[in-house]
């Protein structure tokens, strides 16, 4: 029904946005409008020059004649200034009009914009008082709008009227355009940090339980969530969806919300009417809040996301966020251009418009954001990744500059609204300086590589500290230096009398001398009688790509990015549950070393090689493995949570199925069990 009415007054808008409306150059200013930057204040003066502008002046010159057709006449910005009949008229009207104006802001109104808006021109030859002055008698002759002005003249009430319909409600709506859009940016960053403080707030511990099992940690639909839903998108959970659908609810309502029609106005006359001029409001809407979504757009994907370091949302959320909000905002930049392309097309100035530099821009901008979303799917994603990733660098390149361009060319630096895409330009030139600053305190390394199995490698990387996980730049392996992969730390320290290539990890002095662990735990043992050395190590499981290059060396240059994702405080929890899969223990073992409560590990792996290397890590920890098999999550869960009446939490980290099994065993048993408190932490890498 929306999508009719909208056609049915697309259909009726036969005029584009007048010239008069919103000059296409002018002074620079500085902010947005209604935030430092004001378009018609005070709007009683602006109506009135806006009334005479028409109008041909002493100091006029005629413009060129084309086949015998008058052509009008051209008025300077110096004739402007020193025409008496348009000075006084002027006045005259502004005396009238804007008696509640101080005189100081009619006098600044006066030297600024008698003779034009740009940046050099001529100031009026008297000033606004001193022009009143000489108005001796009150004007009888009412101008009428495009007649020669000559004299001091009266404008009429409905010249007026009709000019100050135009004027006030195009400024209100332009106001509102970019209220709504500061809304988005700061409800957008305000919300993820306001939710994540609750955390802090001592609800009941069986409360917080029972509402993430029902509202925040279940998949919306079904039971999948890292699992891919038939290979194209992921299932958000509850509590993502319930923002998605915040960031879709809030765009849609400011997107209509304040737009009206007041009439009768001047730039939009009967032949367009409310319709018309409604139309372009919402034009201008859609046009200034896909600007105000690129920032988030950008916010959300990176990894030095402030929100990451604010909040305890996941990097995996605010990617799947990123998308969203993407998706949103081309759906208004392609609105925005489709009503425009329309209007033009039916007033008959497309051929002229179109050639354009500033709509030549924002076809760029519109088209290189309808040519990222599919080529951002999901399959692509996981099939050509560095492909798609150079892929959308480039083109979010070309959106900046489409869109900078687009409005650099319209409105010069008028109105501010290139002031959203340089919050865009910083916030991505932040999270890549910052991704180099990483690169730089870390210098260039060399990565020890050993071959564990058939599956799996393990990387040393020595005199680099750090926590969580690290992305890895392998610039000898391929052509394109620039690649990058995460990886979780398994062990932050190296033992100094492994040779290259076959380290192994550090483990807790104290667990050590415990009971437990592997079958070679004294060979392990006696490795860790020498010192140890800082350094980084990673399990990789080889599927293919750089991972599957590494099999082939045993030294080679590297670039470490780190440290990211510090782990989540779990120290309020009595018992500490860990499912891990596969190279997924890396990412449980600082949480199992540092936890003072109870650890219980369910580890299930292909091969018994990664069990072994990881062994002296694991020494004294509560574990069972599974090599070659399927672990029974349900059974696992049910036996260590279901009698319990401690503070627990469940930690994952593996593959997508099994992450998927383990949030939705979780949440059932926290809506099932009365009396339980259970916190699920899921450690996984989104792309």
């Known amino acids: 029904m929306l999508t009719f009415k909208l056609s049915i007054l697309v259909s009726t808008y036969f005029h584009t946005l007048p010239v008069s409306s919103m000059e296409s150059s002018g002074r620079n200013a500085h902010g947005l409008i209604g935030y430092g930057i004001s378009m018609y204040k005070p709007p009683c003066a602006f109506v009135c020059r806006d009334v005479l502008s028409t109008s041909t002046l002493n100091c006029s010159k005629p413009m060129d004649m084309s086949e015998g057709m008058d052509m009008g006449s051209n008025t300077t910005p110096e004739c402007y200034a020193t025409d008496d009949a348009f000075l006084e008229t002027l006045a005259y009207c502004m005396s009238m009009r804007c008696q509640e104006v101080a005189v100081w802001d009619l006098e600044k109104y006066w030297n600024m914009n008698v003779a034009g808006s740009q940046p050099n021109q001529p100031i009026p030859k008297a000033t606004y008082q001193q022009t009143v002055a000489k108005i001796t008698t009150d004007p009888t002759e009412t101008l009428v709008i495009g007649e020669d002005l000559n004299m001091t003249m009266i404008v009429s ?107 009768p106005n001047s730039w939009y006359p009967s032949a367009s009417g409310p319709d018309g001029e409604i139309v372009s409001y919402l034009t201008n809407r859609f046009g200034v809040l896909s600007f105000a979504n690129i920032p988030l757009v950008f916010l959300y994907a990176g990894r030095n996301n402030v929100l990451l370091w604010l909040t305890n949302w996941s990097h995996g959320t605010f990617l799947l966020l990123h998308r969203w909000v993407a998706w949103v905002a081309t759906l208004q930049a392609i609105l925005h251009s489709a009503i425009y392309l329309r209007v033009y097309v039916h007033d008959g100035t497309h051929g002229s418009e179109s050639k354009l530099p500033y709509w030549i821009w924002g076809v760029v901008a519109t088209l290189c954001m309808s040519i990222l979303l599919p080529s951002s799917i999901l399959p692509i994603r996981r099939s050509l990744y560095e492909f798609f990733l150079a892929w959308h660098v480039l083109l979010s390149i070309f959106v900046l500059a489409g869109c900078y361009w687009h409005i650099l060319e319209r409105f010069e630096r008028q109105w501010g609204y290139e002031n959203w895409i340089y919050t865009a330009i910083a916030i991505w030139g932040f999270e890549r300086a910052m991704r180099l600053a990483r690169l730089a305190r870390n210098g260039v390394k060399t990565a020890q590589v050993a071959v564990i199995d058939s599956d799996y490698v393990r990387v040393d990387i020595e005199n680099v500290s750090g926590f969580g996980h690290a992305y890895l730049y392998f610039p000898t392996l391929t052509w394109r230096v620039w690649e990058n992969h995460p990886f979780s730390v398994a062990s932050a320290v190296i033992s100094s009398d492994d040779a290259p290539g076959t380290s192994k990890h550090d483990a807790d002095i104290e667990k050590l001398g415990s009971s437990g662990g592997s079958s070679n735990s004294d060979n392990s043992l006696r490795r860790y009688q020498s010192p140890a050395k800082i350094g980084l190590t990673f399990l990789l499981r080889t599927k293919g790509g750089v991972t599957a290059e590494l099999r082939k060396h045993a030294r080679l240059p590297v670039l470490v990015e780190s440290a990211y994702g510090p782990h989540e405080d779990l120290s309020e929890y009595s018992l500490l549950v860990c499912i891990a899969g596969g190279v997924g223990i890396t990412a449980c073992v600082p949480y199992l070393r540092a936890h003072a409560g109870v650890t219980k590990l369910f580890w299930g792996a292909r091969s018994q090689g990664i069990i072994d290397d990881m062994a002296p890590s694991l020494q004294g920890i509560d574990q069972k493995t599974y090599v070659g098999k399927r672990m029974n999550i349900t059974d696992v869960l049910q036996n260590e949570l279901g009698d319990t009446t401690n503070t627990s939490v469940v930690l994952v980290s593996g593959p997508s199925e099994m992450a998927d099994e383990v949030r939705c065993v979780v949440s059932g048993l926290a809506r099932q069990k009365k009396v339980i408190r259970v916190k699920l932490v899921e450690e996984a890498f989104s792309w």
Do not use: C
């Open 157 to 263: 009430d409905q010249d007026y009227k009709v000019s100050h319909n135009a004027h006030v409600l195009f400024e209100e709506m332009e106001d509102n355009h970019e209220r709504y859009g500061i809304i988005l940016v700061v409800t957008g960053s305000a919300i993820p940090i306001f939710f994540s403080l609750l955390r802090f707030v001592p609800f009941p511990a069986t409360f917080v339980t029972k509402f993430n099992a029902w509202f925040v940690d279940p998949p919306v639909l079904g039971s999948r969530h890292q699992t891919s839903i038939a290979g194209i998108f992921h299932m958000p959970t509850r509590g993502q969806a319930f923002f998605i659908f915040y960031i879709v609810a809030i765009n849609v309502i400011l997107s209509a919300a304040g737009i009206k029609s007041m009439q």
